[in-house]
């Protein structure tokens, strides 16, 4: 079952802080957040794992809270450069291997 | 090193006709998926392999839809019988071993397809 991202859009001015969401009805043994822009693929931002374990790059700031099945992604200080489509990945305990992708997260940051 | 490669870059074809679509995954990488993606929407799961076994078929569409994979190595989709619905970017990703852990996913450029 695929996962519900919120919000649907956000617009920000370079500095300003936002919070994506990402919410599943099933048990989850993980959660990987991607960007893509553009015509671009998307690329890896981070994975939270039950119990725990994070894996990505230092600069993105996520939370996992494993009773709610519920992540979120942090956008500090944002730049130019996070601008893009924002998509959360859910692995269940029940789907090993297959992640569920959100709707995504449009964010537009202006200067 | 070379990412995850994909081929053609877009293809064009009649409504009826098949189409294979073409994936090299990162050398190393045992996991490859591959998704869907509609214009301006998420990306839609359709089917993972371990090595060359697909323990989960669930994503595939409908019957005109399947997919192969030699070894750990390259993956073939085939979509039969096109028709317009099937229009979207088909993209493929790999990762390390799925069975135990989660690892990152690497995406190629994607297979823009247009069924006319």
């Known amino acids: 079952q695929q996962p519900v991202q919120s919000p649907q859009a956000v617009i920000l001015r370079e500095g300003e802080d936002a919070v994506i969401n990402c919410s599943s009805s099933?048990?989850?043994?993980?959660v990987h957040w991607y960007r893509q822009k553009h015509g671009e693929a998307p690329v890896f931002l981070m994975i939270?794992?039950?119990?725990?374990e994070q894996k990505g790059h230092e600069k993105i700031s996520a939370s996992f809270n494993e009773k709610k099945q519920q992540s979120s992604l942090y956008l500090t200080a944002s730049q130019l450069s996070y601008s893009g489509t924002y998509f959360c990945?859910?692995?269940?305990?029940?789907?090993?291997?297959?992640?569920?992708f959100g709707a995504g997260t449009q964010v537009v940051v202006t200067p | 090193g070379a990412g995850v490669s994909q081929s053609p870059s877009n293809k064009v074809t009649e409504k009826g006709k098949d189409v294979e679509l073409r994936c090299d995954p990162i050398?190393?990488?045992?996991?490859l998926y591959w998704y869907r993606q509609r214009l301006g929407q998420g990306l839609e799961f359709l089917i993972y392999?371990?090595?060359?076994?697909?323990?989960?078929k669930s994503g595939l569409p409908s019957d005109r839809f399947s997919a192969e994979r030699t070894g750990e190595s390259v993956s073939t989709l085939t979509i039969q019988r096109t028709q317009q619905e099937d229009s979207a970017v088909y993209l493929c990703?790999?990762?390390?071993?799925?069975?135990?852990?989660?690892?990152?996913?690497?995406f190629g450029p994607g297979t823009r397809l247009t069924v006319t």
């Open positions: 990703a790999s990762s390390l071993v799925s069975g135990t852990s989660s690892y990152e996913q690497y």
């Open positions: 099933k048990a989850l043994y993980s």
């Open positions: 939270l794992l039950k119990g725990g």
């Open positions: 990945g859910t692995q269940s305990t029940d789907s090993w291997g297959k992640l569920q």
């Open positions: 050398s190393g990488h045992t996991a």
């Open positions: 392999f371990q090595g060359n076994s697909a323990p989960d």
